[in-house]
Protein backbone atom coordinates (compact mmCIF):
# COMPACT_ATOMS: atom_id res chain seq x y z
CA UNK A 1 0.00 0.00 0.00
CA UNK A 2 1.51 3.55 -0.80
CA UNK A 3 0.28 7.44 -0.27
CA UNK A 4 1.10 10.44 -1.76
CA UNK A 5 1.07 13.89 -1.09
CA UNK A 6 2.96 16.78 -2.90
CA UNK A 7 2.59 19.08 -5.97
CA UNK A 8 6.11 20.14 -7.48
CA UNK A 9 7.59 18.01 -4.85
CA UNK A 10 5.89 14.71 -4.88
CA UNK A 11 6.61 12.27 -1.72
CA UNK A 12 5.13 8.47 -1.55
CA UNK A 13 5.28 6.51 1.70
CA UNK A 14 5.07 2.68 1.67
CA UNK A 15 6.19 0.02 4.14
CA UNK A 16 4.78 -0.58 7.53
CA UNK A 17 5.47 -0.83 10.71
CA UNK A 18 5.59 -4.05 11.24
CA UNK A 19 7.42 -5.13 7.51
CA UNK A 20 10.90 -5.04 7.30
CA UNK A 21 11.39 -1.32 6.52
CA UNK A 22 9.45 1.93 5.97
CA UNK A 23 10.22 4.38 2.91
CA UNK A 24 9.63 7.76 1.50
CA UNK A 25 10.59 8.75 -2.10
CA UNK A 26 10.74 12.30 -3.10
CA UNK A 27 10.42 13.51 -6.90
CA UNK A 28 11.14 17.12 -7.45
CA UNK A 29 13.87 18.13 -5.06
CA UNK A 30 16.37 20.42 -6.33
CA UNK A 31 19.31 19.27 -7.65
CA UNK A 32 22.43 20.59 -5.43
CA UNK A 33 21.20 20.75 -2.13
CA UNK A 34 23.88 20.39 0.22
CA UNK A 35 22.93 18.16 3.43
CA UNK A 36 24.20 18.32 6.84
CA UNK A 37 24.10 14.64 7.90
CA UNK A 38 24.93 15.31 11.52
CA UNK A 39 22.53 17.93 11.41
CA UNK A 40 20.14 14.99 10.04
CA UNK A 41 20.70 12.65 12.46
CA UNK A 42 20.29 14.92 14.91
CA UNK A 43 17.02 16.01 13.69
CA UNK A 44 15.88 11.95 13.32
CA UNK A 45 16.81 11.67 17.21
CA UNK A 46 14.73 13.93 18.14
CA UNK A 47 11.48 11.76 16.84
CA UNK A 48 13.03 8.92 17.79
CA UNK A 49 11.23 6.73 20.49
CA UNK A 50 12.95 5.02 23.51
CA UNK A 51 13.24 8.50 25.38
CA UNK A 52 11.03 9.77 28.43
CA UNK A 53 7.44 10.23 27.85
CA UNK A 54 7.44 8.50 24.32
CA UNK A 55 7.05 4.72 23.08
CA UNK A 56 9.47 2.45 24.45
CA UNK A 57 10.44 1.04 20.90
CA UNK A 58 13.35 1.83 20.06
CA UNK A 59 14.62 1.62 16.83
CA UNK A 60 18.14 3.42 15.45
CA UNK A 61 16.27 5.42 12.53
CA UNK A 62 19.38 5.59 10.75
CA UNK A 63 18.03 7.00 7.60
CA UNK A 64 20.09 4.64 4.02
CA UNK A 65 19.40 6.82 0.91
CA UNK A 66 18.98 4.49 -1.90
CA UNK A 67 19.09 7.21 -4.59
CA UNK A 68 19.17 10.87 -4.44
CA UNK A 69 22.18 12.15 -2.92
CA UNK A 70 25.53 11.54 -3.38
CA UNK A 71 28.52 12.68 -1.41
CA UNK A 72 26.25 14.70 1.04
CA UNK A 73 24.61 16.51 -2.00
CA UNK A 74 21.44 16.03 -4.04
CA UNK A 75 21.80 14.89 -7.52
CA UNK A 76 18.29 15.94 -9.06
CA UNK A 77 17.46 12.04 -9.19
CA UNK A 78 14.44 11.02 -7.34
CA UNK A 79 15.22 11.01 -3.69
CA UNK A 80 14.65 7.29 -2.06
CA UNK A 81 15.13 7.05 2.25
CA UNK A 82 14.37 3.55 3.46
CA UNK A 83 14.53 3.05 7.38
CA UNK A 84 14.82 -0.65 8.36
CA UNK A 85 12.52 -1.20 11.30
CA UNK A 86 14.76 -3.60 13.89
CA UNK A 87 12.72 -3.75 16.89
CA UNK A 88 9.01 -5.22 15.60
CA UNK A 89 7.17 -6.57 18.02
CA UNK A 90 3.90 -7.65 16.19
CA UNK A 91 2.75 -10.27 18.16
CA UNK A 92 1.56 -7.73 20.38
CA UNK A 93 -1.14 -7.50 18.50
CA UNK A 94 -2.36 -10.80 17.61
CA UNK A 95 -6.09 -10.37 19.08
CA UNK A 96 -7.36 -7.28 17.23
CA UNK A 97 -8.31 -8.90 13.76
CA UNK A 98 -11.68 -9.36 15.18
CA UNK A 99 -12.02 -6.66 17.88
CA UNK A 100 -11.24 -3.14 16.44
CA UNK A 101 -9.42 -0.51 18.71
CA UNK A 102 -11.41 2.43 19.30
CA UNK A 103 -10.55 4.97 17.51
CA UNK A 104 -7.51 3.37 15.40
CA UNK A 105 -7.38 2.52 11.44
CA UNK A 106 -8.45 -1.39 12.24
CA UNK A 107 -12.14 -1.01 11.38
CA UNK A 108 -12.16 1.66 8.69
CA UNK A 109 -8.95 0.05 6.73
CA UNK A 110 -11.02 -3.07 6.78
CA UNK A 111 -13.91 -1.85 5.28
CA UNK A 112 -11.77 0.04 2.50
CA UNK A 113 -8.73 -2.72 2.52
CA UNK A 114 -10.36 -6.21 3.31
CA UNK A 115 -7.41 -8.36 4.13
CA UNK A 116 -5.12 -5.55 5.05
CA UNK A 117 -1.93 -6.60 8.03
CA UNK A 118 -2.52 -4.26 10.52
CA UNK A 119 -0.06 -5.32 12.98
CA UNK A 120 1.60 -2.53 14.40
CA UNK A 121 -0.91 -0.06 12.82
CA UNK A 122 0.56 -1.65 9.12
CA UNK A 123 0.40 1.44 6.76
CA UNK A 124 -1.31 3.64 8.78
CA UNK A 125 1.26 3.83 11.79
CA UNK A 126 3.49 7.24 12.92
CA UNK A 127 6.43 4.99 11.57
CA UNK A 128 6.30 6.11 8.33
CA UNK A 129 6.96 9.56 9.21
CA UNK A 130 10.59 8.92 10.33
CA UNK A 131 11.81 8.51 6.69
CA UNK A 132 9.84 11.54 6.10
CA UNK A 133 11.11 13.40 8.47
CA UNK A 134 14.90 12.39 6.37
CA UNK A 135 13.04 14.03 3.11
CA UNK A 136 12.16 17.20 5.43
CA UNK A 137 15.15 17.81 6.53
CA UNK A 138 16.63 18.17 3.31
CA UNK A 139 14.64 20.49 2.35
CA UNK A 140 14.87 22.65 5.31
CA UNK A 141 18.50 22.60 4.22
CA UNK A 142 17.11 23.72 0.78
CA UNK A 143 15.60 26.40 2.36
CA UNK A 144 18.08 27.66 4.38
CA UNK A 145 20.30 28.42 1.43
CA UNK A 146 17.11 31.09 0.60
CA UNK A 147 17.35 32.39 3.82
CA UNK A 148 14.03 30.60 5.51
CA UNK A 149 14.02 29.07 8.92
CA UNK A 150 11.75 26.89 10.33
CA UNK A 151 10.94 26.02 14.00
CA UNK A 152 8.60 24.32 16.17
CA UNK A 153 7.59 23.54 20.13
CA UNK A 154 5.15 21.71 22.17
CA UNK A 155 2.95 24.79 22.71
CA UNK A 156 0.25 22.67 25.21
CA UNK A 157 0.09 19.52 26.65
CA UNK A 158 -3.09 19.15 28.79
CA UNK A 159 -3.70 22.57 30.60
CA UNK A 160 -0.24 23.27 31.00
CA UNK A 161 1.00 25.44 28.35
CA UNK A 162 4.30 26.89 26.77
CA UNK A 163 5.14 30.71 25.67
CA UNK A 164 3.83 31.01 22.37
CA UNK A 165 5.80 32.48 19.23
CA UNK A 166 5.33 36.07 18.75
CA UNK A 167 3.02 36.47 15.62
CA UNK A 168 5.01 39.79 14.30
CA UNK A 169 8.33 39.25 15.98
CA UNK A 170 9.48 35.32 15.96
CA UNK A 171 12.92 34.79 14.33
CA UNK A 172 14.85 31.54 14.12
CA UNK A 173 16.65 32.86 17.61
CA UNK A 174 13.14 31.78 19.25
CA UNK A 175 13.76 28.43 18.17
CA UNK A 176 16.11 26.97 20.57
CA UNK A 177 14.41 24.32 22.36
CA UNK A 178 14.83 23.76 26.35
CA UNK A 179 16.55 20.32 27.85
CA UNK A 180 14.45 17.50 27.88
CA UNK A 181 11.13 17.94 26.38
CA UNK A 182 10.71 20.16 23.07
CA UNK A 183 9.34 23.81 24.73
CA UNK A 184 10.83 27.01 24.71
CA UNK A 185 9.99 27.39 28.92
CA UNK A 186 11.34 24.63 30.82
CA UNK A 187 9.21 25.16 33.55
CA UNK A 188 6.42 24.79 31.35
CA UNK A 189 8.27 21.28 30.15
CA UNK A 190 8.21 20.36 33.93
CA UNK A 191 4.46 20.78 33.97
CA UNK A 192 3.51 19.00 30.72
CA UNK A 193 6.51 15.93 31.99
CA UNK A 194 4.09 15.93 34.86
CA UNK A 195 0.81 15.86 33.38
CA UNK A 196 2.02 13.07 30.65
CA UNK A 197 3.19 10.69 33.47
CA UNK A 198 0.18 10.84 35.49
CA UNK A 199 -1.71 9.69 32.02
CA UNK A 200 0.65 6.80 31.16
CA UNK A 201 0.66 5.86 35.02
CA UNK A 202 -3.11 5.50 34.76
CA UNK A 203 -2.86 3.16 31.63
CA UNK A 204 -3.83 6.57 29.91
CA UNK A 205 -2.48 9.32 27.19
CA UNK A 206 -3.31 12.87 26.71
CA UNK A 207 -3.34 15.62 23.99
CA UNK A 208 -1.71 18.03 23.03
CA UNK A 209 -0.55 21.18 20.41
CA UNK A 210 2.63 22.16 18.46
CA UNK A 211 3.10 25.63 17.55
CA UNK A 212 5.25 26.23 14.03
CA UNK A 213 7.03 29.14 12.44
CA UNK A 214 8.48 30.07 9.00
CA UNK A 215 10.59 32.63 8.92
CA UNK A 216 12.56 34.63 5.68
CA UNK A 217 9.27 33.40 3.59
CA UNK A 218 9.57 35.53 1.02
CA UNK A 219 6.32 37.92 -0.58
CA UNK A 220 4.49 36.44 -3.24
CA UNK A 221 4.96 32.65 -3.15
CA UNK A 222 1.54 30.67 -2.92
CA UNK A 223 -1.74 30.51 -5.45
CA UNK A 224 -5.20 31.17 -4.95
CA UNK A 225 -8.10 28.95 -3.96
CA UNK A 226 -7.13 25.55 -3.40
CA UNK A 227 -3.72 25.67 -3.83
CA UNK A 228 -3.06 28.18 -1.57
CA UNK A 229 -0.28 28.12 1.55
CA UNK A 230 -2.87 26.78 4.22
CA UNK A 231 -4.55 24.49 1.46
CA UNK A 232 -1.13 22.59 0.98
CA UNK A 233 0.28 23.02 4.56
CA UNK A 234 -2.83 21.77 5.72
CA UNK A 235 -3.58 18.79 3.16
CA UNK A 236 0.45 17.90 3.98
CA UNK A 237 0.17 17.96 7.91
CA UNK A 238 -2.90 15.66 7.83
CA UNK A 239 -0.39 13.01 6.80
CA UNK A 240 -0.08 12.53 10.50
CA UNK A 241 -2.59 10.51 11.26
CA UNK A 242 -3.51 12.61 15.41
CA UNK A 243 -3.76 15.70 13.84
CA UNK A 244 -7.27 16.84 14.61
CA UNK A 245 -6.67 20.57 13.69
CA UNK A 246 -4.69 23.30 12.18
CA UNK A 247 -4.79 27.15 13.03
CA UNK A 248 -3.61 30.24 11.54
CA UNK A 249 -2.97 33.37 12.79
CA UNK A 250 -5.29 34.53 15.44
CA UNK A 251 -6.87 30.84 14.60
CA UNK A 252 -10.32 30.47 16.00
CA UNK A 253 -9.99 33.54 18.21
CA UNK A 254 -10.61 35.33 15.13
CA UNK A 255 -14.14 34.60 16.06
CA UNK A 256 -14.40 36.87 18.73
CA UNK A 257 -12.58 39.98 17.17
CA UNK A 258 -14.14 42.84 14.85
CA UNK A 259 -12.67 42.97 11.36
CA UNK A 260 -11.10 46.69 13.03
CA UNK A 261 -9.21 44.49 15.16
CA UNK A 262 -8.38 41.29 12.89
CA UNK A 263 -7.13 43.40 10.03
CA UNK A 264 -3.55 43.36 9.70
CA UNK A 265 -2.90 46.70 8.73
CA UNK A 266 0.04 47.86 6.12
CA UNK A 267 3.29 49.72 7.42
CA UNK A 268 6.93 50.07 6.16
CA UNK A 269 9.58 48.92 7.85
CA UNK A 270 13.07 49.07 7.28
CA UNK A 271 12.33 50.45 3.70
CA UNK A 272 9.74 47.23 2.93
CA UNK A 273 5.98 46.85 3.23
CA UNK A 274 5.52 44.84 6.73
CA UNK A 275 2.14 44.53 8.45
CA UNK A 276 1.58 46.09 12.00
CA UNK A 277 -0.13 42.84 13.08
CA UNK A 278 -0.09 39.49 12.16
CA UNK A 279 -3.36 37.86 12.67
CA UNK A 280 -3.92 36.10 9.12
CA UNK A 281 -0.44 34.70 9.75
CA UNK A 282 1.60 35.77 7.24
CA UNK A 283 -0.95 34.91 4.46
CA UNK A 284 -3.59 36.36 2.35
CA UNK A 285 -5.49 35.04 -0.27
CA UNK A 286 -2.97 31.51 -0.14
CA UNK A 287 -0.32 33.99 -0.75
CA UNK A 288 3.13 35.07 1.60
CA UNK A 289 3.33 39.00 2.14
CA UNK A 290 6.36 38.20 3.91
CA UNK A 291 5.53 37.96 7.64
CA UNK A 292 6.48 35.38 9.56
CA UNK A 293 3.79 32.14 8.99
CA UNK A 294 2.79 31.13 12.73
CA UNK A 295 0.14 28.16 12.59
CA UNK A 296 -0.85 25.30 15.67
CA UNK A 297 -1.66 21.37 15.04
CA UNK A 298 -3.95 20.54 17.61
CA UNK A 299 -3.16 16.49 18.59
CA UNK A 300 -5.90 13.75 19.99
CA UNK A 301 -4.42 11.68 22.77
CA UNK A 302 -2.68 8.27 21.63
CA UNK A 303 -5.60 5.86 20.62
CA UNK A 304 -3.19 3.12 22.32
CA UNK A 305 -3.84 2.68 25.82
CA UNK A 306 -4.07 0.23 28.31
CA UNK A 307 -7.06 0.96 30.11
CA UNK A 308 -9.88 -1.13 29.18
CA UNK A 309 -12.28 0.13 26.86
CA UNK A 310 -15.19 -1.05 24.98
CA UNK A 311 -15.14 -2.51 21.45
CA UNK A 312 -17.14 -5.27 19.39
CA UNK A 313 -16.12 -8.69 18.14
CA UNK A 314 -16.76 -8.37 13.85
CA UNK A 315 -17.68 -12.07 13.84
CA UNK A 316 -19.88 -12.71 16.75
CA UNK A 317 -21.89 -9.23 15.82
CA UNK A 318 -20.88 -8.46 19.62
CA UNK A 319 -19.86 -6.25 21.89
CA UNK A 320 -16.90 -7.12 24.27
CA UNK A 321 -14.21 -4.78 25.77
CA UNK A 322 -10.45 -4.78 24.72
CA UNK A 323 -7.32 -3.57 26.61
CA UNK A 324 -4.41 -2.79 24.36
CA UNK A 325 -1.04 -3.79 24.94
CA UNK A 326 2.23 -3.26 23.24
CA UNK A 327 4.57 0.45 23.50
CA UNK A 328 2.65 3.24 22.77
CA UNK A 329 3.30 7.19 23.24
CA UNK A 330 1.34 8.56 26.46
CA UNK A 331 1.70 12.19 24.38
CA UNK A 332 1.99 11.68 20.70
CA UNK A 333 2.48 15.42 20.52
CA UNK A 334 5.37 15.08 21.76
CA UNK A 335 7.52 13.40 19.05
CA UNK A 336 4.96 15.22 16.58
CA UNK A 337 7.18 18.54 16.70
CA UNK A 338 10.20 17.27 14.22
CA UNK A 339 7.74 16.07 12.51
CA UNK A 340 5.71 19.29 11.79
CA UNK A 341 8.82 20.85 10.62
CA UNK A 342 10.15 18.23 8.49
CA UNK A 343 6.19 18.37 6.72
CA UNK A 344 6.16 22.36 6.84
CA UNK A 345 10.39 22.18 5.00
CA UNK A 346 8.33 19.82 2.10
CA UNK A 347 4.98 22.08 1.11
CA UNK A 348 7.45 25.98 1.77
CA UNK A 349 9.73 24.31 -0.26
CA UNK A 350 7.21 22.93 -3.03
CA UNK A 351 5.49 26.12 -2.90
CA UNK A 352 8.84 28.16 -3.68
CA UNK A 353 9.58 26.15 -6.44
CA UNK A 354 6.30 27.28 -8.30
CA UNK A 355 8.09 30.49 -9.74
CA UNK A 356 11.07 28.64 -10.25
CA UNK A 357 9.97 27.19 -13.72
CA UNK A 358 10.91 29.89 -15.81
CA UNK A 359 13.64 28.75 -17.95
CA UNK A 360 14.27 25.39 -20.00
CA UNK A 361 15.92 23.58 -17.17
CA UNK A 362 13.11 24.42 -13.95
CA UNK A 363 10.36 23.38 -16.73
CA UNK A 364 12.00 20.39 -18.01
CA UNK A 365 11.90 19.30 -13.95
CA UNK A 366 7.95 20.23 -14.08
CA UNK A 367 7.21 18.21 -16.81
CA UNK A 368 9.21 15.20 -15.08
CA UNK A 369 7.60 15.83 -11.66
CA UNK A 370 4.34 15.44 -13.82
CA UNK A 371 5.07 12.46 -15.45
CA UNK A 372 5.86 10.43 -12.81
CA UNK A 373 2.77 11.54 -11.38
CA UNK A 374 1.29 10.38 -14.43
CA UNK A 375 2.51 7.02 -14.72
CA UNK A 376 1.19 6.57 -11.53
CA UNK A 377 -2.09 7.32 -11.71
CA UNK A 378 -1.73 5.11 -15.12
CA UNK A 379 -0.95 2.34 -13.31
CA UNK A 380 -3.18 2.74 -10.86
CA UNK A 381 -5.85 3.16 -14.09
CA UNK A 382 -4.89 -0.31 -15.43
CA UNK A 383 -5.07 -1.91 -12.02
CA UNK A 384 -8.36 -0.87 -12.15
CA UNK A 385 -9.19 -2.18 -15.89
CA UNK A 386 -8.12 -5.47 -14.89
CA UNK A 387 -11.10 -5.98 -12.05
CA UNK A 388 -13.22 -4.63 -14.58
CA UNK A 389 -12.03 -7.16 -16.95
CA UNK A 390 -12.69 -9.94 -14.65
CA UNK A 391 -16.08 -8.62 -13.73
CA UNK A 392 -17.01 -8.31 -17.81
CA UNK A 393 -15.49 -12.14 -17.74
CA UNK A 394 -18.06 -13.30 -15.26
CA UNK A 395 -20.74 -11.42 -16.80
CA UNK A 396 -20.01 -12.43 -20.35
CA UNK A 397 -20.05 -8.81 -20.99
CA UNK A 398 -17.61 -7.52 -24.13
CA UNK A 399 -14.51 -5.62 -23.76
CA UNK A 400 -15.63 -2.90 -25.62
CA UNK A 401 -18.65 -0.56 -24.58
CA UNK A 402 -18.84 2.43 -27.08
CA UNK A 403 -21.27 4.41 -25.27
CA UNK A 404 -19.11 4.64 -22.06
CA UNK A 405 -16.43 5.18 -23.83
CA UNK A 406 -18.06 8.13 -25.42
CA UNK A 407 -19.55 9.08 -21.96
CA UNK A 408 -15.55 8.81 -20.93
CA UNK A 409 -15.02 11.24 -24.04
CA UNK A 410 -17.30 13.65 -23.86
CA UNK A 411 -16.22 14.46 -19.69
CA UNK A 412 -12.86 14.60 -20.79
CA UNK A 413 -13.23 17.06 -23.56
CA UNK A 414 -16.05 19.13 -21.29
CA UNK A 415 -12.65 19.43 -17.81
CA UNK A 416 -10.02 19.91 -20.54
CA UNK A 417 -12.12 23.15 -21.90
CA UNK A 418 -12.70 24.19 -18.87
CA UNK A 419 -9.48 24.66 -17.56
CA UNK A 420 -7.47 25.47 -20.47
CA UNK A 421 -9.82 26.59 -23.50
CA UNK A 422 -9.03 24.90 -26.59
CA UNK A 423 -7.54 21.56 -25.13
CA UNK A 424 -10.42 19.49 -25.29
CA UNK A 425 -10.29 18.14 -28.60
CA UNK A 426 -6.42 16.84 -28.09
CA UNK A 427 -6.83 15.48 -24.63
CA UNK A 428 -10.22 13.62 -26.28
CA UNK A 429 -7.73 12.44 -28.50
CA UNK A 430 -4.89 11.53 -26.15
CA UNK A 431 -7.48 9.66 -23.69
CA UNK A 432 -8.54 7.58 -26.89
CA UNK A 433 -5.53 6.23 -27.20
CA UNK A 434 -5.62 4.96 -23.50
CA UNK A 435 -8.96 3.45 -24.02
CA UNK A 436 -7.38 1.63 -26.76
CA UNK A 437 -4.46 0.37 -25.06
CA UNK A 438 -6.63 -0.23 -22.25
CA UNK A 439 -8.91 -2.44 -24.17
CA UNK A 440 -5.87 -4.83 -25.37
CA UNK A 441 -4.81 -4.94 -21.78
CA UNK A 442 -8.52 -6.28 -20.80
CA UNK A 443 -8.71 -8.53 -23.70
CA UNK A 444 -5.31 -10.12 -22.57
CA UNK A 445 -5.99 -10.79 -19.44
CA UNK A 446 -9.74 -12.00 -20.41
CA UNK A 447 -7.58 -14.89 -22.97
CA UNK A 448 -5.39 -15.65 -19.92
Do not use: W
Not at 131 to 142: E, Q, S, T, W
Amino acid sequence: MKSTFGTNIRITMEGASHGDYVRCTATGIPQGITVDMDGLMAFMARRRGGQRNTTPRKEADIPEFLSGLKDGVTDGTPLVVNIPNLNQRSGDYNGFADTPRPSHADYTSRLRFPGCDLRGGGHFSARLTAPLCAIGYVCMCALKEKGVSIGAHLAQVGTAKDKAFDLVNVTKADFVLAEGMPVLDQVAGQAMDEIIQAAAKDGDSIGGMVECAVVGMPAGVGSPLGNGIENRLTSALYVLGALRGVEFGAGFDAISMRGSQHNDPFVIKDGKVATETNYSSGIQAGITNGMPIVFRCAFKPTASISMEQKTVSLSQKEETTIAISGRHDPCIAVRAVPCVEAITAIVMLDAMLDGEAGDMAQCRKAIDSINNRLVELLCQRMALAGKIAEEKDKLGLPTFDPAREQIVLDKVKSLAETIDAGKGEAMAQIFQEIMRITREYEDQLRED
